[in-house]
């Protein structure tokens, strides 16, 4: 684990070989957005990455398992749940 830290680059968000800090944060919610549409939530706005930064993204009946609705997705990410 340590070594891999090691390995992180901060820098400027815009350049590909930085590691952590805005770009890496979009990629994570695009990843976890993502994993949320296969499980069967639908996409209704967004959902890209944009350079350094994420769309505004709603998501519509995410799975209970799935980890967008089961943990923070520290993005411009909204879940959307119909009810009756």
Not at 27 to 47: C, I
Not at 72 to 82: C, D, M, Q, R, T
């Amino acid at each position: 684990l340590i070594a891999d830290i090691k390995k992180l680059k901060g820098g400027d968000p815009c350049q590909d070989d930085t590691s952590i800090g805005p770009k890496s944060s979009a990629a994570t919610v695009e990843k976890s957005v993502n994993e949320t549409v296969k499980a069967g939530t639908k996409l209704l706005v967004g959902g890209k990455q944009r350079g350094a930064f994420m769309e505004p993204t709603i998501l519509d009946d995410a799975p209970f398992d799935t980890d967008a609705r089961k943990e923070e997705v520290f993005g411009p990410v909204i879940l959307l749940y119909s009810y009756k």
